[in-house]
């Protein structure tokens, strides 16, 4: 294959993983990555936690070592955007003109924040919350006794409402919904969170949606749509993401909240595949289509993309994982429950070290622990094995998990 050329678009951790497996798996022909920041790939999860409150320098969220990609002859074109995608030529087009032709593409082009229509939007002070200048931008805001407003209680919203108030911020939050964190762990868990903001000093406005900014010049005021004025001095929005599907649009690729793919991260062309934040895939395991915009699935699924790239057919079964830090609490969640009949819980609720088992239909769809990840395995294995599971022995504590996944011959 030494002849050949992989482009991969798209130069985060999806697209750098991909590459980094391309050359472990032995591929030896050209490699090119594309990426519209200035910096290689690195990790996102710190830029709401330790790198927003300035405990991790910046040389330590890069995914590889400086001079990786020179090692490796990958090709790293940063600070350019792929522009264009030609299907009948198999060519990738950048600003500016330049075309690379390939004979594998993986798009691995992430999310960007969706952006809020309120009027006030454009002036100063308002951030987002997607890339390292993002965070940096935030992090020079972050000054003790500063009043912060924050528009979404998501995971983005919640973790950087928390680091703020870890660095002695005046927090008030905004969310539409009864709950925070409602959308990925439904109204109980969510319930929680609320309370554990509120502990900390939060001040929760749920079912407020956002009306408009005020100030002049610069944001001084979140008005709510009840009404509510908060004088703030800066504000940060985040109120999830959309995919970056428009190379794949453009080009006739199916599209449908993500770029569609199959269990092998291919789209509907052959030899053109998608991973990570961007993809829509089918999980055979979970049987249902699902978009994942974390961590894991990106790492996994741009590995699992390059071996496919590469002739292998493998397909991916990875059941969902994500963590969340806010505070001194370490939430974990494995599965995927968008429906469930009832949650079981084991452990010190009050305590706040417990796991939460989402059960439908007498089989463990999801597990969310919070302050005890040990639970996090064996829920993995019940959820892909797909075993029957007595809710009883869930909640005894005195039940280790592990005795509950069948043995196999
Ligand atoms: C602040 C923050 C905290 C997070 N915390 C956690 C966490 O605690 N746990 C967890 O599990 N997950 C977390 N995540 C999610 C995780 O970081 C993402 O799932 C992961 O980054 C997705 O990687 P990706 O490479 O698929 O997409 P992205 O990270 O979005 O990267 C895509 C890249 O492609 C580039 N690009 C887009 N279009 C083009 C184009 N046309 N040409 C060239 N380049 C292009 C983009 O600029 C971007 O650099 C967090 C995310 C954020 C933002």
């Known amino acids: 294959m030494a002849d050949q050329t992989f482009v ?34 690195y990790e996102r999860p710190p830029l709401s936690k330790e790198y927003l409150r300035g405990q991790v320098p910046r040389e330590k969220i890069f995914i590889h070592k400086p001079g990786f990609y020179e090692e490796q002859r990958i090709e790293l074109r940063l600070g350019v955007r792929a522009t264009g995608l030609d299907l009948q030529e198999r060519a990738v087009e950048l600003e500016g003109g330049e075309r690379i032709a390939f004979d594998r593409l993986l798009l691995a082009t992430g999310g960007r924040p969706r952006r809020l229509a309120a009027p006030g939007s454009d002036l100063d002070g308002i951030y987002e919350l997607r890339t390292v200048a993002d965070s940096e931008r935030i992090a020079a805001q972050l000054q003790p006794g500063r009043r912060l407003v924050v528009i979404g209680a998501g995971f983005i919203g919640a973790e950087v409402a928390a680091s703020a108030r870890m660095q ?44 408009r900014f005020e100030g002049s010049g610069r944001v001084e005021r979140v008005v709510g749509a009840s009404g509510r004025a908060i004088d703030c001095d800066f504000v940060v929005v ?9 190379l794949a ?16 991260a291919e789209t509907s062309v052959a030899g053109v595949f998608a991973a990570g934040d961007v993809a829509r895939f089918y999980h055979p395991v979970l049987q249902e289509r699902l978009r994942v915009e974390h961590w894991a699935n990106a790492q ?18 990875e059941i969902p994982w994500f963590w969340s830090d806010q505070y001194d609490l370490n939430l974990q ?17 009050a305590g706040r070290k417990f796991t939460a088992f989402y ?33 009883a022995k869930l909640r005894d504590d005195g039940v280790e998990l592990k005795s509950l996944i069948p043995v196999s011959e």
């Open 359 to 391: 059960l439908k239909d007498g089989r463990l769809r999801a597990a969310l622990a919070l302050n005890r990840f040990k639970d996090i395995r064996p829920s993995r294995e019940l959820i892909k094995l797909g075993v029957a599971v007595e809710a």
């Open 300 to 317: 996994n699924q741009g590995v699992l993309a390059a071996k496919n790239m590469l002739g292998r057919r493998e397909a991916y079964v």
């Open 249 to 264: 649009e453009q080009a006739g690729l199916a599209v449908e909240n993500g770029i569609v793919v199959d269990e092998y």
């Open 333 to 349: 969640y494995v599965g995927h429950a968008s429906s469930w009949d009832e949650i079981v819980m084991r452990g010190d609720v």
């Open 168 to 211: 002695g911020l005046d927090v008030t939050v905004l969310e539409m919904s009864p709950v925070p964190l409602g959308r990925a762990l439904g109204e109980e868990m969510g319930r929680l969170y609320g309370e554990i903001h509120r502990e900390h000093g939060v001040e929760l406005l749920t079912g407020e949606a956002i009306d």
């Open 238 to 246: 985040g109120i999830g993401i959309e995919p970056a599907t428009e």
């Open 8 to 41: 991969i678009a798209g130069a985060n951790l999806t697209g750098g993983r991909a590459a980094e497996a391309l050359r472990k798996e032995g591929f030896d022909g050209r490699v090119v990555l594309i990426g519209a920041e200035p910096d290689p790939p």
